[in-house]
């Protein structure tokens, strides 16, 4: 059996930091193993490097695993109920609404106007709406051009926390 060297690197927030929790995981491609032609007198074992292709096939698979694991482990320590999202990327958390979840995706909202424009371009251009991959790609590829570079400072938790909760009671009280 051999064990995994992983560093993980949670992360708390978007870019433009609406909450987005994630962690990124860096995977050393290389494993310590018995080996019997260990370099040193008296080793028994040696650092060896695993196959990248493999490691890189075996990609969305591990992410399945660790989204599921972590899906099993809000509920039974916050006791949340998880499901999947309806477009089939990912999970959510059962009971907070659409409209709450779109006050928190500020990227979505400004990338959705120049993907509408893509369409509306390959629509004019090709006489038919594109595809779900196309327009997939197109959204990509607004978000990469459009994105922020990344800060070297943020907030403090307890500042993004109280804005959060800011924005969500003005919401709530626009609504009423």
């Known amino acids: 059996s051999h064990e995994w060297v992983i560093a993980s690197f949670a992360q708390h ?3 433009d930091n609406d909450p987005q929790l994630h962690v ?3 995977i050393l491609n290389r494993a310590l193993r018995d080996d019997p032609l260990a370099t040193r007198e008296g080793d028994q074992k040696a650092w060896r490097t695993l196959d990248g292709t493999a490691l ?3 990609k ?3 992410g399945a695993i660790a989204e599921r ?5 809000l509920t039974d320590h916050l006791g949340v109920e998880t499901l999947p999202r309806p477009d089939g990327n990912g999970w959510e958390i059962a009971g907070i609404s659409e409209d709450l979840r779109d006050q928190f995706s500020s990227r979505r909202q400004a990338i959705g106007p120049r993907v509408q424009q893509l369409i509306h371009e390959y629509e004019r251009k090709h006489g038919t ?3 779900a991959r196309a327009v997939w790609s197109m959204a990509q590829f607004v978000t990469l ?6 800060a070297h400072s943020a907030p403090s938790r307890e500042t993004l ?9 003005r919401a709530e009280i626009g609504a009423l």
């Open 13 to 15: 927030t978007s870019r």
């Open 24 to 26: 990124h995981n860096a």
């Open 56 to 58: 890189y096939t075996a």
């Open 60 to 62: 969305p698979a591990a």
């Open 69 to 73: 694991t972590l899906a099993e482990y």
């Open 129 to 131: 709406a594109p595809n």
């Open 145 to 150: 051009d459009s994105r922020r570079a990344k």
């Open 161 to 169: 926390l109280a804005r959060w909760e800011a924005q969500s009671r």
